[in-house]
């Protein structure tokens, strides 16, 4: 018997790191391309989504954030590992992600 929750633990080890290493995307924005810019995102905040962010969008105005459209420097939406393991664990229905505003 312990042969069987030993290989169970190993699969459900394996399936948890797979699922980490697995799903991150990042989509980036260039408004500046060669402009210097922060860091650091002066907007870093974690957006709600649920069954996969089908039909769904969640809006971040930019310009108001670094105080005008000039001052834009990039923008970038991320699926961070963590956001990939809850959507997994969840199985979809609940998948956040990241959103981020450079500015310059």
């Known amino acids: 018997m312990k042969q069987p929750m030993k290989k169970l633990a190993l699969a ?9 290493l697995t799903g991150c995307a990042t989509q980036t924005y260039l408004l500046s391309p060669n402009s210097a810019h922060q860091e650091t995102p002066t907007y870093d905040k974690g957006q709600t989504f649920f069954v996969a962010g089908l039909g769904q969008e969640q809006e971040v105005n930019a310009a108001e954030i670094c105080g005008s459209t000039a001052q834009i420097a990039k923008v ?9 393991l809850l959507g997994y664990v969840s199985s979809g229905i609940y998948t956040p992600r990241q959103m981020k505003v450079y500015c310059k």
């Open 76 to 84: 970038e939406t991320k699926l961070t590992p963590m956001n990939a």
């Open 12 to 20: 459900g080890t394996f399936a948890i790191a797979l699922a980490s």
